[in-house]
Protein backbone atom coordinates (compact mmCIF):
# COMPACT_ATOMS: atom_id res chain seq x y z
CA UNK A 1 0.00 0.00 0.00
CA UNK A 2 1.04 3.87 -0.95
CA UNK A 3 2.42 5.63 2.14
CA UNK A 4 -0.03 8.64 1.73
CA UNK A 5 1.72 10.64 4.44
CA UNK A 6 3.75 13.67 3.62
CA UNK A 7 6.70 14.86 5.60
CA UNK A 8 6.44 16.71 8.88
CA UNK A 9 8.23 19.86 7.41
CA UNK A 10 7.46 18.90 3.53
CA UNK A 11 7.91 21.92 1.16
CA UNK A 12 4.51 22.71 -0.89
CA UNK A 13 4.06 24.41 -3.95
CA UNK A 14 1.65 26.29 -4.59
CA UNK A 15 -0.67 26.38 -8.10
CA UNK A 16 -3.34 28.40 -8.83
CA UNK A 17 -4.63 27.06 -12.01
CA UNK A 18 -6.26 29.55 -13.68
CA UNK A 19 -2.59 31.06 -14.61
CA UNK A 20 -0.24 28.07 -14.52
CA UNK A 21 -0.91 26.98 -18.37
CA UNK A 22 -3.10 26.59 -20.93
CA UNK A 23 -3.46 23.93 -23.34
CA UNK A 24 -6.69 24.71 -25.51
CA UNK A 25 -5.86 28.31 -26.50
CA UNK A 26 -9.00 29.86 -24.18
CA UNK A 27 -6.23 31.90 -22.42
CA UNK A 28 -6.85 30.18 -18.85
CA UNK A 29 -4.80 27.86 -17.45
CA UNK A 30 -6.28 23.68 -17.29
CA UNK A 31 -5.35 20.39 -15.33
CA UNK A 32 -3.64 19.56 -18.46
CA UNK A 33 -1.52 22.61 -18.14
CA UNK A 34 -0.83 20.95 -14.37
CA UNK A 35 -0.07 17.93 -15.59
CA UNK A 36 2.42 19.48 -18.31
CA UNK A 37 4.41 21.44 -15.16
CA UNK A 38 4.12 18.83 -12.73
CA UNK A 39 8.33 17.83 -13.65
CA UNK A 40 8.54 21.48 -13.05
CA UNK A 41 7.35 21.29 -9.13
CA UNK A 42 9.48 18.27 -8.64
CA UNK A 43 12.62 19.90 -10.00
CA UNK A 44 12.11 21.79 -7.15
CA UNK A 45 12.42 19.75 -4.88
CA UNK A 46 8.99 19.74 -3.78
CA UNK A 47 6.95 17.03 -1.57
CA UNK A 48 3.20 18.43 -2.97
CA UNK A 49 1.50 20.53 -5.14
CA UNK A 50 -1.36 22.35 -3.15
CA UNK A 51 -3.84 23.49 -5.98
CA UNK A 52 -5.90 26.85 -5.79
CA UNK A 53 -9.58 25.99 -6.18
CA UNK A 54 -10.17 24.07 -9.69
CA UNK A 55 -14.66 23.80 -8.68
CA UNK A 56 -17.38 25.37 -10.77
CA UNK A 57 -17.62 28.93 -9.68
CA UNK A 58 -18.67 32.31 -11.08
CA UNK A 59 -15.26 33.57 -10.45
CA UNK A 60 -16.70 36.30 -8.29
CA UNK A 61 -13.64 35.69 -5.66
CA UNK A 62 -10.92 34.46 -8.22
CA UNK A 63 -13.03 30.54 -7.31
CA UNK A 64 -13.26 30.88 -3.97
CA UNK A 65 -16.90 31.16 -4.55
CA UNK A 66 -17.76 27.74 -5.24
CA UNK A 67 -20.76 26.15 -6.42
CA UNK A 68 -20.05 22.70 -6.29
CA UNK A 69 -17.09 21.09 -3.75
CA UNK A 70 -17.35 17.58 -5.80
CA UNK A 71 -16.99 18.77 -9.31
CA UNK A 72 -14.66 20.72 -12.09
CA UNK A 73 -14.78 24.11 -13.56
CA UNK A 74 -16.03 22.63 -17.40
CA UNK A 75 -13.08 26.02 -18.48
CA UNK A 76 -10.49 23.68 -16.30
CA UNK A 77 -10.81 19.94 -17.48
CA UNK A 78 -12.67 16.96 -16.17
CA UNK A 79 -13.32 14.29 -13.35
CA UNK A 80 -11.12 12.48 -15.81
CA UNK A 81 -8.18 15.00 -16.15
CA UNK A 82 -8.01 14.79 -12.39
CA UNK A 83 -7.36 11.67 -11.98
CA UNK A 84 -4.82 11.65 -14.92
CA UNK A 85 -3.20 14.39 -12.50
CA UNK A 86 -2.67 12.44 -9.15
CA UNK A 87 -1.34 9.70 -11.24
CA UNK A 88 0.97 11.75 -12.51
CA UNK A 89 1.78 13.84 -9.84
CA UNK A 90 2.53 10.33 -7.28
CA UNK A 91 4.51 8.61 -10.32
CA UNK A 92 6.72 11.84 -10.10
CA UNK A 93 6.64 11.42 -6.04
CA UNK A 94 4.03 14.56 -5.29
CA UNK A 95 1.62 14.51 -3.05
CA UNK A 96 -1.56 16.06 -3.70
CA UNK A 97 -2.92 18.70 -1.83
CA UNK A 98 -5.97 20.82 -2.33
CA UNK A 99 -8.00 23.62 -1.34
CA UNK A 100 -11.07 22.43 0.73
CA UNK A 101 -13.13 26.31 1.38
CA UNK A 102 -15.64 25.36 3.89
CA UNK A 103 -16.57 28.71 5.70
CA UNK A 104 -18.75 29.60 2.46
CA UNK A 105 -20.10 29.10 -0.95
CA UNK A 106 -21.27 30.91 -3.69
CA UNK A 107 -24.56 32.56 -4.04
CA UNK A 108 -25.28 30.43 -6.89
CA UNK A 109 -24.43 27.00 -5.34
CA UNK A 110 -27.73 24.65 -5.02
CA UNK A 111 -27.75 24.74 -1.21
CA UNK A 112 -27.92 28.75 -0.75
CA UNK A 113 -30.72 29.13 -3.46
CA UNK A 114 -32.60 26.22 -1.78
CA UNK A 115 -31.91 27.83 1.50
CA UNK A 116 -33.22 30.84 0.48
CA UNK A 117 -36.48 29.30 -0.75
CA UNK A 118 -36.74 27.94 2.62
CA UNK A 119 -36.26 24.33 1.95
CA UNK A 120 -36.62 22.33 5.53
CA UNK A 121 -33.26 20.59 4.47
CA UNK A 122 -31.69 23.39 3.67
CA UNK A 123 -32.75 26.49 5.71
CA UNK A 124 -30.29 26.06 8.30
CA UNK A 125 -27.61 25.61 6.22
CA UNK A 126 -26.26 29.04 6.75
CA UNK A 127 -26.07 31.95 8.96
CA UNK A 128 -29.62 33.73 8.89
CA UNK A 129 -30.57 36.34 11.45
CA UNK A 130 -33.54 38.88 11.92
CA UNK A 131 -33.06 42.80 11.75
CA UNK A 132 -32.97 44.94 14.33
CA UNK A 133 -36.30 46.44 15.18
CA UNK A 134 -35.19 49.70 12.55
CA UNK A 135 -34.05 47.44 9.51
CA UNK A 136 -30.57 47.71 10.02
CA UNK A 137 -27.96 44.52 10.32
CA UNK A 138 -28.04 42.44 13.69
CA UNK A 139 -24.75 43.29 15.27
CA UNK A 140 -21.46 45.30 14.13
CA UNK A 141 -19.28 42.80 12.57
CA UNK A 142 -17.52 43.90 9.26
CA UNK A 143 -16.78 41.42 5.99
CA UNK A 144 -12.62 41.18 5.97
CA UNK A 145 -12.77 43.35 3.28
CA UNK A 146 -14.23 45.80 5.02
CA UNK A 147 -17.65 46.44 4.10
CA UNK A 148 -20.73 45.31 6.36
CA UNK A 149 -20.73 41.42 6.81
CA UNK A 150 -24.42 41.48 6.46
CA UNK A 151 -26.44 41.10 3.32
CA UNK A 152 -30.36 41.33 3.08
CA UNK A 153 -32.51 38.80 1.45
CA UNK A 154 -35.54 39.72 0.53
CA UNK A 155 -37.16 36.35 0.15
CA UNK A 156 -36.31 35.56 3.43
CA UNK A 157 -36.52 38.80 4.76
CA UNK A 158 -33.37 38.17 7.08
CA UNK A 159 -29.52 39.33 6.73
CA UNK A 160 -27.22 36.19 5.67
CA UNK A 161 -23.61 36.63 7.20
CA UNK A 162 -20.24 36.44 5.19
CA UNK A 163 -16.71 37.05 5.98
CA UNK A 164 -15.76 38.16 2.85
CA UNK A 165 -18.20 39.34 -0.34
CA UNK A 166 -21.54 38.91 -0.65
CA UNK A 167 -21.37 36.34 -3.04
CA UNK A 168 -19.39 33.82 -0.35
CA UNK A 169 -22.59 33.09 1.92
CA UNK A 170 -20.62 31.60 5.28
CA UNK A 171 -22.10 28.50 5.84
CA UNK A 172 -23.51 27.15 9.31
CA UNK A 173 -20.76 24.77 10.46
CA UNK A 174 -22.78 24.04 13.74
CA UNK A 175 -25.17 22.07 11.69
CA UNK A 176 -25.27 18.56 11.89
CA UNK A 177 -26.34 18.13 8.11
CA UNK A 178 -23.48 20.66 6.94
CA UNK A 179 -20.73 18.56 8.55
CA UNK A 180 -22.13 15.20 7.46
CA UNK A 181 -21.54 17.39 3.50
CA UNK A 182 -18.38 18.76 4.67
CA UNK A 183 -17.26 14.97 5.66
CA UNK A 184 -18.66 14.02 1.92
CA UNK A 185 -16.55 16.39 -0.07
CA UNK A 186 -13.67 15.22 1.72
CA UNK A 187 -13.82 11.37 1.56
CA UNK A 188 -14.76 12.00 -2.29
CA UNK A 189 -11.20 13.56 -2.84
CA UNK A 190 -9.71 11.12 -0.66
CA UNK A 191 -10.88 8.20 -2.60
CA UNK A 192 -9.59 10.23 -5.53
CA UNK A 193 -6.42 9.94 -3.99
CA UNK A 194 -5.79 13.38 -2.73
CA UNK A 195 -3.25 13.19 0.25
CA UNK A 196 -3.81 16.73 1.98
CA UNK A 197 -6.08 19.75 2.06
CA UNK A 198 -5.45 23.22 2.66
CA UNK A 199 -8.09 24.43 4.91
CA UNK A 200 -9.06 28.12 3.36
CA UNK A 201 -9.88 30.28 6.63
CA UNK A 202 -9.50 27.99 8.50
CA UNK A 203 -10.47 31.18 11.57
CA UNK A 204 -13.60 31.22 9.95
CA UNK A 205 -15.62 28.11 10.09
CA UNK A 206 -17.22 29.17 13.33
CA UNK A 207 -18.83 32.20 14.98
CA UNK A 208 -20.13 33.37 17.87
CA UNK A 209 -23.72 31.80 18.01
CA UNK A 210 -25.12 35.03 20.10
CA UNK A 211 -24.02 37.34 17.25
CA UNK A 212 -22.76 39.56 20.16
CA UNK A 213 -20.94 43.06 18.78
CA UNK A 214 -17.33 42.92 18.64
CA UNK A 215 -15.17 45.37 20.47
CA UNK A 216 -13.24 48.37 19.50
CA UNK A 217 -9.76 47.25 18.67
CA UNK A 218 -6.87 48.80 20.58
CA UNK A 219 -4.30 50.33 18.66
CA UNK A 220 -1.67 47.25 19.39
CA UNK A 221 -4.78 44.87 17.98
CA UNK A 222 -5.22 47.18 15.15
CA UNK A 223 -1.72 46.76 13.64
CA UNK A 224 -2.28 43.09 14.12
CA UNK A 225 -5.31 42.16 12.55
CA UNK A 226 -4.76 40.99 9.16
CA UNK A 227 -5.09 43.65 5.89
CA UNK A 228 -3.98 47.34 5.49
CA UNK A 229 -4.77 49.40 8.61
CA UNK A 230 -6.87 51.64 5.85
CA UNK A 231 -9.61 48.68 5.94
CA UNK A 232 -12.42 49.10 8.21
CA UNK A 233 -12.03 45.85 9.78
CA UNK A 234 -9.14 46.32 11.03
CA UNK A 235 -10.80 48.61 14.27
CA UNK A 236 -12.52 45.69 15.13
CA UNK A 237 -11.33 43.48 18.03
CA UNK A 238 -12.43 40.19 16.41
CA UNK A 239 -13.19 38.08 18.75
CA UNK A 240 -16.94 37.05 18.36
CA UNK A 241 -16.99 36.85 14.26
CA UNK A 242 -13.94 34.49 13.95
CA UNK A 243 -12.95 31.69 16.19
CA UNK A 244 -14.74 31.44 19.16
CA UNK A 245 -13.86 29.56 22.29
CA UNK A 246 -15.02 26.07 20.53
CA UNK A 247 -13.56 27.06 16.91
CA UNK A 248 -10.33 25.75 18.02
CA UNK A 249 -11.73 22.18 19.11
CA UNK A 250 -13.79 22.29 15.93
CA UNK A 251 -10.70 21.90 14.06
CA UNK A 252 -10.63 17.70 15.09
CA UNK A 253 -13.68 17.38 13.13
CA UNK A 254 -11.20 17.83 9.97
CA UNK A 255 -8.69 15.70 11.36
CA UNK A 256 -11.47 13.11 11.71
CA UNK A 257 -13.26 13.90 8.11
CA UNK A 258 -9.82 13.45 6.06
CA UNK A 259 -8.25 10.73 7.93
CA UNK A 260 -4.97 10.07 9.97
CA UNK A 261 -3.00 10.29 7.04
CA UNK A 262 -4.16 13.46 5.18
CA UNK A 263 -1.66 16.20 5.49
CA UNK A 264 -3.70 19.52 6.47
CA UNK A 265 -2.38 22.75 6.80
CA UNK A 266 -5.47 25.86 8.15
CA UNK A 267 -5.08 29.59 6.55
CA UNK A 268 -5.37 31.58 9.61
CA UNK A 269 -6.39 35.20 9.13
CA UNK A 270 -6.82 36.22 12.65
CA UNK A 271 -3.89 38.31 12.68
CA UNK A 272 -4.31 39.22 16.67
CA UNK A 273 -2.71 36.00 18.23
CA UNK A 274 -1.96 34.64 14.53
CA UNK A 275 0.91 32.70 15.56
CA UNK A 276 -0.54 31.31 19.31
CA UNK A 277 -3.67 30.31 17.61
CA UNK A 278 -1.81 28.84 14.49
CA UNK A 279 0.04 27.00 17.20
CA UNK A 280 -3.05 25.66 18.98
CA UNK A 281 -4.83 24.97 15.73
CA UNK A 282 -1.89 21.90 15.03
CA UNK A 283 -2.22 20.16 18.38
CA UNK A 284 -2.39 16.22 18.58
CA UNK A 285 -5.65 15.27 16.31
CA UNK A 286 -6.02 18.96 14.45
CA UNK A 287 -3.79 20.05 11.58
CA UNK A 288 -0.43 19.20 10.83
CA UNK A 289 0.39 23.10 10.38
CA UNK A 290 -0.79 26.74 9.86
CA UNK A 291 0.34 30.07 8.31
CA UNK A 292 -0.29 33.27 9.12
CA UNK A 293 0.33 36.18 7.12
CA UNK A 294 2.43 38.16 9.69
CA UNK A 295 5.79 37.38 7.45
CA UNK A 296 4.64 38.55 4.26
CA UNK A 297 2.27 41.58 5.36
CA UNK A 298 5.32 42.63 7.27
CA UNK A 299 7.72 42.63 4.10
CA UNK A 300 9.68 39.73 5.51
CA UNK A 301 12.27 41.82 8.31
CA UNK A 302 14.48 40.21 11.67
CA UNK A 303 12.07 41.79 13.59
CA UNK A 304 8.86 39.88 11.97
CA UNK A 305 11.06 36.93 11.21
CA UNK A 306 11.79 36.69 14.64
CA UNK A 307 8.73 37.68 16.44
CA UNK A 308 7.41 34.56 14.83
CA UNK A 309 9.95 32.16 16.38
CA UNK A 310 9.59 33.87 19.80
CA UNK A 311 5.78 33.65 19.74
CA UNK A 312 5.58 29.88 18.65
CA UNK A 313 6.63 27.30 21.03
CA UNK A 314 6.76 24.68 17.91
CA UNK A 315 7.99 26.75 14.96
CA UNK A 316 8.27 23.60 12.90
CA UNK A 317 4.57 23.68 12.56
CA UNK A 318 4.16 27.14 11.63
CA UNK A 319 4.06 27.25 7.20
CA UNK A 320 6.75 29.43 6.02
CA UNK A 321 5.89 31.79 3.15
CA UNK A 322 6.29 34.97 1.22
CA UNK A 323 4.03 34.77 -2.01
CA UNK A 324 0.71 33.59 -2.74
CA UNK A 325 -2.11 34.29 -4.93
CA UNK A 326 -3.57 36.61 -2.17
CA UNK A 327 -0.67 38.70 -1.61
CA UNK A 328 1.96 40.91 -3.87
CA UNK A 329 5.00 39.04 -5.60
CA UNK A 330 7.57 39.66 -2.78
CA UNK A 331 10.85 39.59 -5.17
CA UNK A 332 9.60 42.88 -4.92
CA UNK A 333 7.76 44.03 -1.41
CA UNK A 334 10.21 41.97 0.75
CA UNK A 335 12.52 42.69 -1.21
CA UNK A 336 14.66 44.79 -4.56
CA UNK A 337 13.65 42.80 -7.32
CA UNK A 338 17.05 41.94 -8.15
CA UNK A 339 18.77 38.06 -8.21
CA UNK A 340 21.12 38.60 -4.74
CA UNK A 341 17.55 39.55 -2.60
CA UNK A 342 15.88 36.95 -4.55
CA UNK A 343 17.73 34.09 -3.98
CA UNK A 344 18.76 35.44 -0.29
CA UNK A 345 14.82 34.75 0.48
CA UNK A 346 15.09 31.87 -1.48
CA UNK A 347 17.11 30.54 0.88
CA UNK A 348 15.64 31.93 3.58
CA UNK A 349 12.35 29.92 3.44
CA UNK A 350 14.87 26.58 2.39
CA UNK A 351 16.18 27.05 5.71
CA UNK A 352 13.27 27.71 7.97
CA UNK A 353 11.60 25.31 10.91
CA UNK A 354 8.35 24.35 8.94
CA UNK A 355 6.32 23.76 6.32
CA UNK A 356 7.31 25.83 3.11
CA UNK A 357 5.23 27.02 0.55
CA UNK A 358 6.56 28.11 -2.78
CA UNK A 359 3.98 30.31 -4.68
CA UNK A 360 4.11 29.47 -8.22
CA UNK A 361 6.35 32.05 -10.27
CA UNK A 362 8.73 33.20 -7.12
CA UNK A 363 11.33 30.75 -8.32
CA UNK A 364 11.99 32.46 -11.10
CA UNK A 365 11.93 36.11 -9.03
CA UNK A 366 8.85 37.00 -10.53
CA UNK A 367 8.05 40.96 -9.31
CA UNK A 368 4.85 42.48 -8.84
CA UNK A 369 3.22 43.45 -12.19
CA UNK A 370 1.39 46.72 -12.86
CA UNK A 371 -2.23 45.92 -14.03
CA UNK A 372 -4.56 48.71 -15.98
CA UNK A 373 -8.04 48.98 -13.83
CA UNK A 374 -9.97 47.60 -16.84
CA UNK A 375 -8.28 43.97 -16.35
CA UNK A 376 -8.60 43.87 -12.75
CA UNK A 377 -11.39 41.43 -11.77
CA UNK A 378 -10.44 40.72 -7.95
CA UNK A 379 -13.25 42.04 -5.68
CA UNK A 380 -10.73 43.67 -2.42
CA UNK A 381 -8.35 44.77 -5.63
CA UNK A 382 -11.10 47.21 -7.07
CA UNK A 383 -12.49 48.43 -3.36
CA UNK A 384 -9.42 50.36 -2.73
CA UNK A 385 -7.99 50.94 -6.33
CA UNK A 386 -5.30 51.61 -6.84
CA UNK A 387 -4.45 50.94 -3.30
CA UNK A 388 -5.58 47.26 -3.06
CA UNK A 389 -3.29 44.80 -1.91
CA UNK A 390 -2.58 43.00 -5.33
CA UNK A 391 -4.06 40.29 -5.52
CA UNK A 392 -5.10 40.11 -8.87
CA UNK A 393 -1.23 41.32 -9.60
CA UNK A 394 -0.20 38.28 -8.24
CA UNK A 395 -2.38 35.98 -10.31
CA UNK A 396 -0.53 36.89 -13.44
CA UNK A 397 -0.09 33.76 -15.61
CA UNK A 398 3.21 33.03 -15.48
CA UNK A 399 6.07 32.99 -18.31
CA UNK A 400 7.45 29.31 -19.28
CA UNK A 401 8.78 30.59 -22.58
CA UNK A 402 9.99 33.87 -24.68
CA UNK A 403 8.09 35.48 -26.96
CA UNK A 404 4.21 35.80 -27.90
CA UNK A 405 1.94 34.91 -24.56
CA UNK A 406 5.24 33.37 -23.08
CA UNK A 407 4.09 29.80 -23.47
CA UNK A 408 1.54 29.65 -21.21
CA UNK A 409 -1.48 30.29 -24.00
CA UNK A 410 -1.83 29.99 -27.69
CA UNK A 411 -4.44 32.46 -27.28
CA UNK A 412 -5.21 35.95 -25.31
CA UNK A 413 -4.37 35.41 -21.44
CA UNK A 414 -6.87 36.21 -19.38
CA UNK A 415 -4.78 38.59 -17.65
CA UNK A 416 -2.29 40.68 -19.49
CA UNK A 417 1.21 39.20 -19.24
CA UNK A 418 3.99 41.99 -19.87
CA UNK A 419 6.93 40.02 -17.79
CA UNK A 420 10.32 41.40 -19.22
CA UNK A 421 12.53 39.37 -20.85
CA UNK A 422 14.45 36.65 -19.74
CA UNK A 423 12.89 35.81 -16.71
CA UNK A 424 10.93 32.92 -18.26
CA UNK A 425 11.49 29.09 -17.27
CA UNK A 426 12.96 28.06 -20.71
CA UNK A 427 15.59 30.62 -20.30
CA UNK A 428 16.33 30.15 -16.66
CA UNK A 429 16.40 26.72 -16.71
CA UNK A 430 20.00 27.15 -19.09
CA UNK A 431 21.56 29.93 -16.97
CA UNK A 432 23.77 28.32 -14.24
CA UNK A 433 23.36 32.08 -12.10
CA UNK A 434 19.67 32.02 -13.00
CA UNK A 435 17.22 32.46 -9.52
CA UNK A 436 15.29 29.43 -11.25
CA UNK A 437 18.63 27.07 -10.84
CA UNK A 438 19.18 28.63 -7.16
CA UNK A 439 15.94 27.79 -6.21
CA UNK A 440 16.52 24.03 -7.01
CA UNK A 441 19.54 24.21 -5.23
CA UNK A 442 18.76 25.35 -2.26
CA UNK A 443 15.61 23.16 -1.83
CA UNK A 444 17.48 20.05 -2.81
CA UNK A 445 20.10 21.35 -0.16
CA UNK A 446 17.39 21.69 2.25
CA UNK A 447 16.45 17.78 1.69
CA UNK A 448 19.57 16.16 1.32
CA UNK A 449 22.45 18.33 3.31
CA UNK A 450 20.57 20.62 6.07
CA UNK A 451 19.50 17.43 8.21
CA UNK A 452 16.46 17.20 10.47
CA UNK A 453 14.68 21.16 10.24
CA UNK A 454 14.18 20.38 14.12
CA UNK A 455 15.37 24.09 15.54
CA UNK A 456 17.01 23.70 18.74
CA UNK A 457 18.29 26.90 19.44
CA UNK A 458 17.78 30.78 17.63
CA UNK A 459 19.04 34.28 18.37
CA UNK A 460 18.95 37.63 17.47
CA UNK A 461 21.04 40.54 16.95
CA UNK A 462 19.80 43.67 15.30
CA UNK A 463 19.46 42.44 11.47
CA UNK A 464 20.95 39.03 12.04
CA UNK A 465 19.07 36.06 12.71
CA UNK A 466 21.13 32.91 13.52
CA UNK A 467 19.19 29.36 13.36
CA UNK A 468 20.88 26.34 14.87
CA UNK A 469 19.52 23.28 13.60
CA UNK A 470 20.74 18.85 14.75
CA UNK A 471 23.73 18.78 11.69
CA UNK A 472 24.04 22.44 10.70
CA UNK A 473 24.02 26.18 11.59
CA UNK A 474 22.23 29.08 9.86
CA UNK A 475 23.07 33.14 9.55
CA UNK A 476 20.35 35.01 8.13
CA UNK A 477 21.66 38.70 7.51
CA UNK A 478 18.92 40.89 7.24
CA UNK A 479 20.90 43.83 6.85
CA UNK A 480 22.88 45.97 4.22
CA UNK A 481 25.98 45.49 6.28
CA UNK A 482 28.25 42.59 6.31
CA UNK A 483 28.76 40.77 9.03
CA UNK A 484 32.11 39.18 10.51
CA UNK A 485 32.42 34.73 10.21
CA UNK A 486 34.96 32.27 11.42
CA UNK A 487 34.55 30.52 8.04
CA UNK A 488 33.54 30.02 4.45
CA UNK A 489 29.77 28.58 4.82
CA UNK A 490 28.79 24.94 3.42
CA UNK A 491 25.87 26.82 1.21
CA UNK A 492 25.24 30.28 0.93
CA UNK A 493 22.84 32.42 -1.22
CA UNK A 494 26.00 34.68 -2.74
CA UNK A 495 29.28 35.15 -2.48
CA UNK A 496 31.08 34.81 0.75
CA UNK A 497 34.94 35.98 1.30
CA UNK A 498 35.60 36.71 5.43
CA UNK A 499 32.08 38.40 5.93
CA UNK A 500 28.71 37.38 5.30
CA UNK A 501 27.39 39.96 3.02
CA UNK A 502 24.16 42.00 3.26
CA UNK A 503 20.93 40.71 2.33
CA UNK A 504 22.47 37.35 2.70
CA UNK A 505 22.29 33.69 4.13
CA UNK A 506 24.29 30.96 4.62
CA UNK A 507 24.62 27.27 6.35
CA UNK A 508 27.33 25.50 7.99
CA UNK A 509 27.13 21.87 8.63
CA UNK A 510 28.41 20.34 11.64
CA UNK A 511 31.89 18.82 10.80
CA UNK A 512 30.53 15.24 13.03
Known sequence: MTDRALPKTPVIYQIYPRSFRDTTGNGIGDLDGIIL????????????????????????????????????????????????????????????????????????????????????????????????????????????????????????????????????????????????????????????????????????????????????????????????????????????????????????NLRDWAGDDAFLIGEVTSGNQSVELSCRLTTEGRMNAAYSTDLPESGCTAESYADILTR??????????????????????????????????????????????????????????????????????????????GREGARVPIPWEEGGNRGFTTGTPWLPMTWPEGVSTAVQHIDEGSILRFYRAAFAFRRDGLGPVELQDWSRDGDVIRLHYPKAAVVLNFGKDPVPIDTRPDFASGPVETNLPGRTAAVWLNSD
Open 312 to 389: APDPDRIGWWLSSHDQPRHAGKAGDGSAHDAKFLALLLAVSPGPVLIYQGEELGLTQPDLPRAAVTDPLDLLYWPDGP
Open 37 to 252: GLDHAASLGADAVWMSPFYPSPWADGGYDITDHMSIHPALGTMHDFDRLVARAHDLGLKVIIDQVFNHTSTEAPWFKLSVAGDPRYSDYYLWADPKPDGTPPNNWLSQFGPPAWTWNHKRQQYYFHNFTADQPSLNLRNEDVQAELRTIMQFWRDRGVDGFRIDAVTSLLCDPEFRDNPVASPDVRDKVSGDNFVPYTRQDHVHDILPGDGIAFVA
